[in-house]
C-alpha cells in the first residue's frame, strides 16, 4: 500500500517561515520524481517545486529564492522549506510523486499565513 503522509503545515504570521515534509512508504523513494503542489481557497491546484531523483530542484516563479526543495532518500522523505511566507502563499499543500505513469498524492497538510 502506497502512502505519502505531509507534515508541518500551521498557521505562521507574514515573513515567517515553516517546513513541510512529506514521507513515502510502499514504493522505492529514490526513483521517484518528488513534487509540491499547493491549492489557495477557490483556486486551481499549481505546481510549486519538483525535484529529482538526482536532487534537481526547479521552483514556480512565485516562491522562487523563498521556497527550498529537498530529499533524503533514506529517510524516504522530502521536504519544503519556506522562508519570507506572504499571505497568498496560504493553501493546502500537497505532495506528489510519480514515474512512469504511476502517479500518487498525499492528504494536504494546510497552511495559513497572516497578514
Known amino acids: 500500500q502506497v502512502q505519502l503522509v505531509e507534515s508541518g503545515g500551521g498557521l505562521v504570521q507574514a515573513g515567517g517561515s515553516l517546513r513541510l515534509s512529506c514521507t513515502a512508504s510502499g514504493i522505492i523513494f529514490s526513483t521517484y520524481v518528488m513534487v509540491w503542489y499547493r491549492q489557495a481557497p477557490g483556486k486551481q491546484r499549481e505546481w510549486v517545486a519538483s525535484i529529482t531523483y538526482g536532487g534537481s530542484a526547479t521552483y514556480a516563479d512565485s516562491v522562487k529564492g523563498r521556497f527550498t526543495i529537498s530529499r533524503d532518500n533514506a529517510k524516504n522523505t522530502m521536504y519544503l522549506q519556506m522562508n519570507s511566507l506572504k499571505p497568498e502563499d496560504t493553501g493546502v499543500y500537497y505532495c506528489?510523486?510519480?514515474?512512469?505513469?504511476?502517479?500518487?498524492w498525499g492528504q494536504g497538510t494546510q497552511v495559513t499565513v497572516s497578514s
Open positions: 506528489n510523486g510519480h514515474q512512469f505513469g504511476l502517479d500518487y
